[in-house]
T-cell receptor, first 112, second 116 residues
Framework: DGGITQSPKYLFRKEGQNVTLSCEQN?????MYWYRQDPGQGLRLIYY???????QKGDIAEGYSVSREKKESFPLTVTSAQKNPTAFYLC???????????FGPGTRLTVT | AQSVTQLGSHVSVSEGALVLLRCNYS??????LFWYVQYPNQGLQLLLK??????LVKGINGFEAEFKKSETSFHLTKPSAHMSDAAEYFC??????????????FGQGTTLQVKP
């Protein structure tokens, strides 16, 4: 059954800690994306990767880091430098960059 | 800058009434256009897409959208609203140019409320 998985669904961390959010896809898609969603603010692009071993900053990359060592995986690390990390994080993939994106179920991160 | 505008952050309809969610986009090249639906605490689900074939696009759950180049619009419609249609809807356009190629540009979303 093809799709995108994000784990965990809910994540709680203390301020000052780095945390890594998982995103895996078995759709054989080249491109992958990370978005942040806050109430009333729509989707904001954090990072995206058009191909393995390459990624670009999105609109709000500060305080985040990513890697793309495998086609199937695009983990996002929320570092302690991110001032307001509490949010709903969505991962997506597309067969090639610029085409329709398919989204995972999201991870809700709460930092206190 | 490339943009997508969804007119009305909240739309309320009665069950059985027509649903019309408006989307206008800016693009100087033939765009790909998309509508997504999001239920609370879930990811976005693709409703339908326009990729330069037929201008009237049919999607899932009875939704359809019409691409109108002269109006730069891609409004989403459904003839008869169902309670299960209550959700947030996002319009998106394929990005172009050095800063947007490879991305989708999303609108701010429209929350659809369906009243019994």
């Amino acid at each position: 059954d093809g799709g995108i998985t994000q784990s965990p669904k809910y994540l709680f961390r203390k301020e000052g800690q780095n945390v890594t959010l998982s995103c895996e896809q078995n759709l054989n898609h080249d491109a992958m994306y990370w978005y942040r969603q806050d109430p009333g603010q729509g989707l904001r692009l954090i990072y995206y990767s058009q191909i393995v071993n390459d990624f670009q900053k999105g609109d709000i990359a500060e305080g985040y880091s990513v890697s793309r060592e495998k086609k199937e995986s695009f983990p996002l690390t929320v570092t302690s430098a991110q001032k307001n990390p509490t949010a709903f994080y969505l991962c997506a993939s597309s067969i090639v960059a610029g085409r329709e994106q398919y989204f995972g179920p999201g991870t809700r991160l709460t930092v206190t | 800058a490339q943009s997508v505008t969804q007119l009305g952050s909240h739309v309320s309809v009665s069950e059985g009434a027509l649903v019309l969610l408006r989307c206008n986009y800016s693009s100087s090249v033939p765009p790909y256009l998309f509508w997504y639906v999001q239920y609370p605490n879930q990811g976005l689900q693709l409703l339908l897409k326009y990729t330069s074939a037929a201008t009237l696009v049919k999607g899932i759950n009875g939704f359809e959208a019409e691409f109108k180049k002269s109006e730069t619009s891609f409004h989403l419609t459904k003839p008869s609203a169902h309670m299960s249609d209550a959700a947030e809807y996002f319009c998106a356009v394929s990005g172009y140019g050095s800063s947007n190629t490879g991305k989708l540009i999303f609108g701010q979303g429209t929350t659809l409320q369906v009243k019994p």
